[in-house]
């Protein structure tokens, strides 16, 4: 029996990640890594016993027409750039004129929050990761995860699952407030490890978190010669307030000789730095990710740099890891979505996580199951 996909892009979501804005909310300019992202989707979406039903150009239309794929468009106008009235317009659509099995959306939380304010829990919806803020749970772990995903609902072989919408206040965002928001409870679909969970704030004991910052400034941080690139979260920062340095929580910062260089830095500021590096980070609670959700501006070519690759060698030793036991409890692997997938496959391994002072957990890479 044919399944009828029902799928919109929001082409502005993400434009914000690699300059460090942390949301797109306000902006009007595309994200120039979305064709590419729609292209890593539609490479493992299901091609057989189905029909995509797409919105009109940048919003879903341009990514099928050099495919193979049974696709029809839907006739409504949209504005260039887009604004959020099309969205909203293409899924009224969808539940008035179709008759979808699911709706896929491109974006992040913003996006979700428009499916949600619309599709309710009358159908289930999955989200490919265009975004910045990916904090629901209705989002694959990579857009190549999504059409995994997909290919099993078609198939018959996921489930539905319940899950949060949530989004946060940018403007706060931006100025290190985190403040989240339960929109309401939406359906998806799930199979193994595809679907990532809502992301979670950890509450740490202090202790923890102090020695895990004094192992990191003892054994790291006095080398004179290597600039650290500390990226966001409560216990990388703590690294710095122990060293006299306050900076936004949420923000990527530039350290060397204990002094801070740059702080907030951005994709380019970080393609710009020479010389050793070493990079210093903390997975997100519950959805284990390292790389790709809330520090977009480590793009791939710094990473490529950072790491030293050659021969298809990676020195992941220069990746500092650290996280509160409580933190790696919540996840069962690290995530990595640079954005450069053929990297992201690099990447994979074992990472020596700082737990304490001169205490370690290795934790492995999520594999993806097809």
């Known amino acids: 029996m044919t399944k009828t996909i029902c799928l919109l892009v929001n082409p502005v979501a993400g434009s914000g990640g690699r300059i460090g804005y942390k949301g797109s909310d306000s902006l009007h300019t595309y994200n120039q890594e979305t064709p590419l992202r729609m292209a890593r989707f539609l490479s493992t979406a299901p091609k057989d016993s189905v029909i995509y039903v797409v919105a009109p ?4 239309e341009d990514y099928f027409k050099n495919t193979q794929l049974n696709y029809r468009v839907i006739d409504i106008t949209i504005h260039s750039p887009t604004l959020r009235v099309d969205t909203i317009n293409a899924l009224n659509y969808f539940l008035e004129k179709e008759s979808c099995n699911i709706i896929v959306f491109a974006g992040g939380d913003g996006t979700a929050r428009d499916v949600y304010s619309v599709v309710k829990d009358t ?9 910045v803020k990916m904090h629901s749970g209705v989002f694959a772990n990579t857009p190549e995860g999504a059409g995994i995903l997909l290919r099993h609902f078609v198939q018959g072989k ?3 699952i319940i899950t949060e919408i949530l989004d946060i206040d940018e403007e706060a965002y931006r100025q290190g407030k985190y403040n989240v928001k339960l929109f309401g409870y939406a ?3 799930n199979y193994s490890n595809l679907i990532v969970p809502n992301k979670e704030e950890i509450i740490s004991e202090k202790e923890e978190v ?3 910052a004094q192992y990191v400034i003892d054994k790291e941080l006095s080398n004179p010669d290597i600039t650290y690139v500390i990226g966001p979260g409560s216990t990388t920062k703590n690294i710095l307030r122990k060293i006299g340095i306050e900076t936004n929580f949420l923000c990527t910062d530039i350290l060397q000789n204990m002094k801070l260089i740059k702080s907030c830095a951005n994709y380019d500021d970080l393609l710009n730095l020479t010389g050793e590096l070493k ?10 990710f390292l790389i790709g959700r809330g520090n977009q501006e480590i793009g791939p070519l710094f990473l490529r ?4 690759i050659e021969s298809n060698k990676v020195e992941r030793d220069n990746i500092i890891v650290v996280s509160t036991r409580s933190k790696l409890y919540t996840f069962d692997c690290l995530r990595i979505d640079s954005g450069d997938p053929k990297l992201d496959n690099l990447m994979k391994g074992v990472y020596k996580v700082i737990v304490g002072y001169d205490e370690f957990v290795a934790v492995k890479t999520c594999d993806i199951t097809d």
């Open 57 to 60: 150009r940048e919003m879903g």
């Open 123 to 131: 159908l289930p919806v999955l989200g490919i990761p265009t975004g």
């Open 158 to 160: 996921t489930e539905v």
């Open 187 to 189: 359906r998806t679909i």
């Open 210 to 212: 102090d020695e895990i």
């Open 279 to 288: 990079l210093i980070l903390t997975p997100i609670g519950r959805q284990g």
């Open 305 to 308: 740099k950072l790491l030293r």
